[in-house]
């Protein structure tokens, strides 16, 4: 009897430590966690809807409404994938839950909102509140208290739900201002985590069983942009000088010099009826141009066997991979075409008359384009099947990866038949264009002309003219 109690207490006494510091550790992070295992969810009410910024912060107010974090819970594409993969994941008998919400509606998410994901489409969400159709909003990332580690899915057990973020959703807004001129409406909080690239990881990094899915952070983790001290910032929210605060209303607000844009631009673009869609499409433009260099070298000319040869160089200057993020989705090619006394002797990179590339979506028994060099990420399921039509990002199993890395370059060697002509003129044009879809994919989505197709950008372009009787003379290049 006594030597039994004697057990007991050794075995006791190390679980009386364990609950304590459980009790502890939760009691002291429930006010700003939310994990899907959170007790419980935050109020829509903690979060202020992004209008109630507007008067005060006019200029955040104004960048932010025209970018994509605004739209990420307005756009058609969005809750049509989002209904064809809840469906994919019903017929399987899993519940993909507010997978597709945890980071387009971050509130919606911490706040246990939408009960019912599957059930979601554009026009039924037109009902909820604004704090959940504003996508990812002001007071949501202003709620930041604390950074997040990578969001990894395991679709074996099933769990979708698994972003972490750390907020404070109050009055107390958090920011990287650490001298705030004190206002009624809310308290400021410095928090030093807002100029790093952490402040971007919940939602811009995501494993799939372990495996690299969407990783833009994990890029420039490992680029010399972050060991140089270059977060996500630098690039997407350029500093400016000017006031965080309306002067008119605070004259005592001091001109500040390290103010950020809030455009945060890339290459996807609000495609329906949408505020400052020209703003919008100026900081996109702005932005590729710092996205890369094509230069056309060793450009040779074999006489005797009256071939071009010449290499085509893609370098890489942006922060993490070229396409990043939903890489399996985006358009990133050369479009080449080589020119002798204006006909069209060589081309690549061609469009169809529905303005498609004779990519992998396009049937493969008609006209093919064998050259073709398109920068993407191919992702295969468990069945083996590939590509945007067949397997979406959580549905992944392995990926092929032909993105470009940082501060690298791809280069591919050309060697082209010329016409049989001593004294021609030679013209080798060569673009890097850019688009965040194929027309195919809204046409598969079943939005064929409710949302407008992408439009493609050139990131870079070189043109070469040279005659073959000066022995490779060159004219121009641009
Ligand atoms: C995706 C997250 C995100 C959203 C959405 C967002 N901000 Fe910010 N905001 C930041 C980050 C990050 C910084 C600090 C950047 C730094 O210091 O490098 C910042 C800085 C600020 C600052 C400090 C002054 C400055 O420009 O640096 C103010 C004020 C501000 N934001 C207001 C707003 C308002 C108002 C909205 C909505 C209209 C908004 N923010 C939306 C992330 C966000
Ligand atoms: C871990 C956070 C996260 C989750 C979960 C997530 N997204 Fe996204 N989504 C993003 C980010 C970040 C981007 C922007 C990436 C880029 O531009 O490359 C994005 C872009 C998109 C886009 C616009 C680009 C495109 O592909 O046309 C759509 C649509 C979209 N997501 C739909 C979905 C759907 C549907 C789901 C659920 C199956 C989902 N997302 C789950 C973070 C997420
Ligand atoms: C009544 C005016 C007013 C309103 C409304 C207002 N702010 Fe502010 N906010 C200020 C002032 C004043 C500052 C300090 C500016 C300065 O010192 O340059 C500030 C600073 C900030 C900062 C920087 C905090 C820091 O220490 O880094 C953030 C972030 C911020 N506001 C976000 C918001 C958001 C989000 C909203 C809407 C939910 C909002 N504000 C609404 C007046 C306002
Ligand atoms: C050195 C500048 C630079 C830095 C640093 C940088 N980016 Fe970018 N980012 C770019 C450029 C240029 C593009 C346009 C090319 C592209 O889309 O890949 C871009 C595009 C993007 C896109 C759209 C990607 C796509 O192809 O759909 C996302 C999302 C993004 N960046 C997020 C981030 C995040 C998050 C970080 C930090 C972890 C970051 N960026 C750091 C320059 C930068
Ligand atoms: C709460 C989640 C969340 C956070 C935090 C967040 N983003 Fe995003 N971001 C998204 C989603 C979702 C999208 C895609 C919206 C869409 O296209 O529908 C997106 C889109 C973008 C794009 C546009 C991509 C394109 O293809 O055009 C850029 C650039 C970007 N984010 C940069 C940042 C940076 C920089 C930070 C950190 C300061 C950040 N984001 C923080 C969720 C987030």
Redesign the pocket.
Known sequence: MKKNKRINLTLVLPLVIIVISYIYYNFNIKSSSYSPYSEKPFLVEQFQVAENCQSCHPQHYLEWSSSMHAYAFKDPVFFAMNTNEQNYHKDKGEDLGQFCIECHSPVAYTTNLIKNPDKLTFKNSQKLPDQVTEGVGCAFCHAMVHTSDTPNINTKKSLFNVVEYHIDPSNKMYGSISDPLPNNFHESVYNQDFST?EA??PC?NLLVDGKNAEI??S???SSK?KSNG???Q???METYEGFAVDPKLFPQAKKRYNLHRHFFA???EARTAFPHKDLQRNEIKR??E???NLNINDLTLITEQNKIKFEVEVFN???????????F??E?WLDIKVLSANDTIYQTGFVNENNELYDFSIDPNKEIDPDLVIFRSVFYDEKGDSGIYKTSAQRMTKKSDYTISTFESFRKNYIINAPNSSDNDFKIIAKLK?R?RSPGFIDHLGLKGQVPYSDTFI?DEKIVEFDSGSQLSMISEE
């Not at 200057?317 to 890489?327: D, E, F, K, L």
């Open positions: 690239s971007c990881l811009h833009t952070f890029e420039w983790e942009y270059f977060p996500c630098e690039c997407h890339g290459i996807d932005l590729l710092q996205t890369a200057r942006a922060g993490h991979n070229i396409p990043s993020g939903a890489t989705a985006r990133l850019f965040a990131v």
